[in-house]
């Protein structure tokens, strides 16, 4: 418990900017104070000597700091930055011998001090000092960036699963709701499908409430599902015949979304028209290598009017889904021609 605190006493002290100034000024006082020692033993004249020579250094760092590197260096400003430094180096090194010929005899009258290092040895000072702080101050903002941007990340991530997590919700009401009508259809005719019809239906919603919340599942798997799901459609319709699924799939190790393909085929049977000649709804599913592509067509029923919500509501949902579950790793056509809907969507699966 003790060493908790004294954790989070030190984290709050060291993250604060002015703290972080003081121990990175003290540790540099010590530092130069023990360089211009004459024997290695710090005495009261050192340390006077060396607060005297960090005046100058304090100045050029902290022109740099707070004046040139925001103004110039972090926007791009390299040339300006460069000249502008130059320029403060210079006047920092002459400020260095003016502080020493001048300042000890008013600040300090018992002592008397003459600069023991050239003008190109103070510059050497300098350069070192501005150069530590620079980097310094460079990785401070990038560690920030850094920060800043796993946060932003992490936000997205949440943002996506928010979203997916909503999407999800979407599919199950709208496929519920759609199934039962077509299993009222039946029992208003008092058909014998009625029965197994019911049982299909009951494990289609199995399988969907098992594994909508699932990231991927099994490829085998969603299949069977997609031709359990068109044999229920199927067993409902006079023209059987006229509903084609073909699939041409050999058994691999792949993984893919839940409920992605299911939509597209839903589509056909929702939308589709099959009740005069030559009209048809026909799904072609084939995996080679790891792509996986369904194709689906209908023919439209020009009788039937459709709001456009209720249209476009689960392709919107199945559409916004592929884009955050597979970015840049699909590719979806919706097209309308002739009488005929067409869907193409090829997926890189994994």
Request: no cysteine; hydrophobic share 45%.
């Given at each position: 418990?003790?060493m908790?605190?004294?954790?989070?006493?030190?984290?709050?002290?060291?993250?604060?900017?002015?703290?972080?100034?003081?121990?990175?000024?003290?540790?540099?006082?010590?530092?130069?104070?023990?360089?211009?020692?004459?024997?290695?033993?710090?005495?009261?004249i050192?340390?006077?000597?060396?607060g005297l020579?960090?005046?100058?250094?304090?100045?050029?760092?902290?022109?740099?700091?707070?004046?040139?590197?925001?103004?110039?260096?972090?926007?791009?400003k390299y040339?300006?930055?460069?000249?502008?430094?130059?320029?403060?180096?210079?006047?920092?090194?002459?400020?260095?011998?003016?502080?020493f010929?001048h300042?000890?005899?008013?600040?300090?009258?018992?002592?008397?001090?003459?600069?023991?290092?050239?003008?190109?040895q103070v510059?050497?000072?300098?350069?070192?000092?501005?150069?530590?702080?620079?980097?310094?101050?460079?990785?401070?903002?990038?560690?920030?960036?850094?920060?800043?941007?796993?946060?932003?990340?992490?936000?997205?991530?949440?943002?996506?699963?928010?979203?997916?997590?909503?999407?999800?919700?979407?599919?199950?009401?709208?496929?519920?709701?759609?199934s039962?009508?077509?299993?009222?259809?039946l029992?208003?005719?008092?058909?014998?499908q009625?029965?197994?019809?019911?049982?299909?239906?009951s494990?289609?919603?199995?399988y969907?409430?098992?594994?909508?919340?699932?990231?991927?599942?099994?490829?085998?798997?969603?299949?069977?599902?997609?031709?359990?799901?068109?044999?229920?459609?199927?067993?409902?319709?006079?023209h059987?015949?006229?509903?084609?699924?073909?699939?041409?799939y050999?058994?691999?190790?792949?993984?893919?979304?839940?409920?992605?393909?299911?939509?597209?085929v839903?589509?056909c049977?929702?939308?589709?028209?099959?009740?005069?000649?030559?009209?048809?709804?026909?799904?072609?599913?084939?995996?080679?290598?790891?792509?996986?592509?369904?194709?689906?067509?209908?023919?439209?029923?020009?009788?039937?009017?459709?709001?456009?919500?209720?249209?476009?509501?689960?392709?919107?949902?199945?559409?916004?889904?592929?884009?955050?579950?597979?970015?840049?790793?699909?590719?979806?056509?919706?097209?309308?021609?002739?009488?005929?809907?067409?869907?193409?969507l090829?997926?890189e699966?994994?």
């Open positions: 418990m003790l908790k605190q004294l954790n989070s006493l030190f984290t709050a002290i060291f993250s604060n900017r002015w703290m972080q100034y003081l121990v990175f000024w003290g540790a540099v006082y010590i530092i130069l104070a023990r360089v211009f020692s004459y024997d290695g033993a710090v005495k009261q050192d340390l006077v000597y060396t020579f960090m005046v100058s250094i304090g100045l050029a760092v902290g022109i740099n700091s707070f004046v040139l590197i925001p103004r110039f260096l972090a926007k791009s040339t300006i930055y460069g000249l502008s430094l130059t320029f403060i180096l210079a006047v920092a090194t002459w400020f260095n011998t003016f502080t010929q300042l000890p005899g008013w600040i300090f009258p018992g002592y008397y001090f003459i600069t023991y290092y050239s003008w190109y510059l050497q000072f300098m350069i070192a000092a501005v150069g530590i702080t620079t980097l310094l101050q460079l990785s401070r903002s990038w560690f920030r960036e850094a920060e800043l941007r796993q946060s932003m990340a992490e936000l997205e991530q949440e943002k996506i699963a928010t979203e997916l997590k909503a999407l999800r919700a979407q599919i199950n009401p709208h496929f519920l709701f759609n039962l009508n077509h299993i009222y259809a029992a208003s005719k008092k058909s014998e009625t029965a197994p019809a019911v049982l299909q239906l494990q289609l919603l199995r969907a409430i098992q594994n909508i919340e699932n990231e991927k599942v099994p490829l085998a798997d969603e299949i069977s599902y997609l031709e359990k799901f068109t044999n229920l459609y199927k067993n409902r319709t006079q059987s015949e006229r509903v084609k699924l073909n699939i041409n050999e058994n691999g190790d792949f993984s893919i979304a839940p409920m992605i393909l299911v939509v597209f839903e589509n049977f929702k939308h589709g028209s099959i009740t005069q000649e030559g009209e048809h709804i026909a799904i072609d599913l084939t995996v080679e290598n790891n792509i996986l592509t369904l194709h689906t067509q209908n023919t439209i029923d020009s009788k039937r009017e459709l709001p456009q919500e209720s249209t476009e509501q689960g392709l919107d949902n199945v559409r916004r889904r592929l884009e955050l579950l597979y970015p840049d790793k699909h590719l979806l056509q919706i097209q309308q021609t002739n009488g005929q809907f067409n869907i193409e090829k997926m699966l994994s």
